[in-house]
């Protein structure tokens, strides 16, 4: 199976989006690259040359706002989304490696739903997204206060790049054999049972098993393809799966480069992952775009990378106006 970037048969551009973007879009303050960004971006939306999907990471991210505020947000990048919103992680993971290992094509179906529209309208979807993000805020700073608190003792060593690849290398690859481990014991105990991994006094499921768990109910994977994943895994990690390859590269990069780990970051983790395969653009802030950059993904997914800096944000409006060039020499 080959993966093929634009999965969009009429081939609008996906533009991806970070909060910080919308936000600054949307509560603009005084004259500047985000205004001309804001413009371009509606007359792309409007001329049917572009989409920008929405995620659950923005509803978590805007609940976060007072709903008056969180509305507007909303339906701002409704408009430019066509009503497409990226599917949980879990979902899109799931069907990833059942393409994989079935050699079905990827679509767009595969990331996105369709017809979303205005989930703030609702008073109670505001609420649910709310708690969830409070919640989920809470259970990220218990996750990271171990590692935070280590930091803090052994400093952050400058690394030769190669020592960083090396590492990067064999970080990912133990991720790849938690996997396979798991897999075996499936093929051992002819079930699994979803382990709990505790996080400060709560315990959450572990993701791997969550992973499986829904291979083998919603995708019906049998025996056979269990084996033909593992034999996946064994021989090219996770570098054909693209949410785990990148969310796992992304957290190698965390643990060698960050002096300290915030709830914001593993937020990014989640929208990278889903958002960069698909994405022809990619807005993100400055740290990420330099790991996707190093990490040469940007490269492997055909996704241009933006940061909210004043140079990218001019080479930004030179994209957007190129893609705009284009469409009216289409139609003159």
Known sequence: ????????????????????????????????????IKKLLIELKENDKIFCPLSPEHYLETSQKDIEKAR????????????FSFKPELFITSQLISSKIRKNNITLKTYLYENIN???????????????????????????????QIRTIVPNQNIEPKTKRTMIKAMNSLRANSFIQRLEDLLKNDNIIIRGDQIGKTEVPNWIDLIIDQL????????????????????NGFSNIPTLNISTTLQSYMSIYSKKEHSNDHIDLMRISTGLPISDILLTDKKRKAELIESELGKKYKTKIFAGTKSDLNELIIELNKIKTAHNNVYN
């Open 118 to 148: 205005n989930v703030f309208s609702k008073e109670e979807n505001y609420k649910t997204f709310k708690k969830s993000n409070e919640k989920l805020a809470e259970l990220l700073t218990e996750a990271t206060s171990d590692i935070n």
């Open 1 to 36: 199976m080959q993966f093929e970037k634009n999965l969009n048969s009429e081939r609008k551009i996906c533009i991806y989006l970070d909060q910080f973007a919308i936000s600054d879009m949307v509560e603009l303050e005084t004259e500047s690259n985000w205004e001309e």
């Open 216 to 235: 083998l109910k919603k995708h019906k994977f049998k025996k056979k393809e269990v084996i033909k994943l593992i034999a996946e895994f064994k021989a």
């Open 72 to 83: 507007i947000h909303d339906e701002f990048l409704n408009n430019l989304s066509n009503g």
